[in-house]
């Protein structure tokens, strides 16, 4: 593979702590990362510039609360490190009776079951 050549040079900064107090101003942000860490999407979508990319997992529900949120669209997974925008529509398809919604999904605390799972998820900032 050929590498990409950007400019100016990346910035690349990890955030160890509060999400909630991530510094930073409206839209500077390219790619957002949540791992078993909360509802990163919803506090930081104002960080993420449009376009940006959120790459959340669901153990907290910060993957379904991004889905159910306008302001994103969901563009595929990664499962096995390698990532796929084939068949999205299979995804976030609940298990049993219980439908998930916003509310419910922030009272629990964590994601929903559903039919087919995946390790990460990536949504677009529209």
């Known amino acids: 593979r050929e590498h990409r050549e950007y400019d100016p040079e990346p ?3 990890f ?3 509060d999400y909630a ?3 930073g101003t409206a839209g500077e942000f390219d790619l ?3 791992q078993y860490a909360g509802p ?3 506090a930081c979508a104002h960080l993420l510039a449009p ?3 959120l ?3 669901d153990s ?3 993957a379904t609360l991004a889905h159910f949120d306008a302001r994103y669209e969901f563009i595929g997974v990664v499962e096995g490190g390698e990532v796929t925008t084939d068949a999205l529509d299979a995804y976030f398809r609940p298990r049993g009776r219980r439908v998930p919604t916003r509310e419910s999904v922030s009272a629990d605390g964590r994601g929903p079951r559903y039919h087919v799972e995946a390790a990460g998820y990536l949504f677009s900032r529209l």
């Open 11 to 13: 910035r690349i900064e």
């Open 40 to 42: 990163v999407s919803q």
């Open 21 to 23: 107090e991530l510094p």
């Open 55 to 57: 790459y959340a997992n």
């Open 60 to 62: 907290h529900g910060d």
């Open 51 to 53: 376009g940006g990319v």
């Open 15 to 17: 955030w160890h702590g």
């Open 32 to 34: 957002l990362i949540s």
